[in-house]
């Protein structure tokens, strides 16, 4: 079987034009029958995705972790989790994807990893003001016993941001940063040893044949150290331009790093290695993110947000693509992925520009009929 991607195996443009189907490994297909979606159950399954015309799939994290956030709570960057099989049965997929002429793309989680990752355990062990902890975000806390959180940021799941750790002694002592779950604590990318590790995580992938990632929450990474409060009651999550910890100008020197790792597989034999930015960030922001020499291309969002309307549609992709041009970077259409409600229900609604679910709006169901 030959699949139509064959013929752009030695495109070096391929990711500009690409079909890339989303894999979650954990429901996606089970060889092994023990009820878990494991990688040679997607290797069983790739003469149907080359039948679907696909350029490229996308896995989810495979990584071994305690899913406290469906995979993207790494505890080891460089393995798959024992569920999904082992590092053999990847390259084993990586080499099959490949010969039927697609490339593989899987998830960086650069922003946090597991409590259970090695050095976090190291960093909570180590105690207040080691080299451990200054790779995560630990600060002392404020009021007279330090019982406060540092500062009002709040987490995207909900409550303070921060969390507050039990010394060796059974006390209360400092706290770390977790925009994300309480199980997932920031990097610190302002310390040169985060970054010199995901170098080598970037390696350790591309040197096994992965053709690019798609960074989660590539806007998140860098933040202002002076740690600030939110001004006048504006969340933190509202992305605002000059937010302190999203969309921060640090970030450039972050993705110019990768891309320089990227560069080095640029004569390979498959060509480049690519990188797909995850921002939820208007257009003539995110496109910032894929200006020369910076990330390849990006999630444009903006499709999936907006309602099922013949002026909303056009409007979005009216400004998307005069926003990419701008930046010489071709634009992405996304309309569904793992964070969102399914397309037929989100656009089955009567206000169909509503993308997280649930709501306790029923669809019409003679919306989908027109699917």
Known sequence: ????AKSQERNPDWWRSAVVFQIYPRSFADHNGDGTGDVRGIIDRLPHLVDLGVDAVWVS??????????????SDYRDIHPDFGTLAD???FIARAHEFGLRVLIDLVPNHCSDEHPWFQAALAAGPGSPERDLFWFRDGRGDNGELPPNDWQAMFGGPAWERVIGADGRPEQWYLHLFDVRQPDWNWANPRVADEFDDILRFWFDRGIDGFRIDVADSMAK???LPNVADGVSNLSKHVGNPLWDRPDLETIHRRWRGVADEYAESA???????????????RVTNYVTQGRLHTTFNFDALLCEWTAESQRNVIDLS?????????????VLANHDNVRVATRYGKAITGMPYGPDGVEPDA????DE
Not at 322 to 330: F, L, M, N, Q, Y
């Open 1 to 4: 079987m030959t699949s139509p």
């Open 61 to 74: 994290p495979w990584y071994p972790s305690p899913l406290a956030d469906g995979g993207y709570d790494v």
């Open 90 to 92: 990847a390259d084993a």
């Open 224 to 226: 202002d150290p002076e």
């Open 270 to 284: 498959r060509g480049p290695r690519v990188f797909v930015s995850e921002a939820y960030l208007p257009s003539d």
């Open 321 to 333: 693509l005069r926003s990419h041009r701008a930046v010489g970077a071709p634009c992405t259409w």
């Open 366 to 369: 003679r919306r989908h009929d």
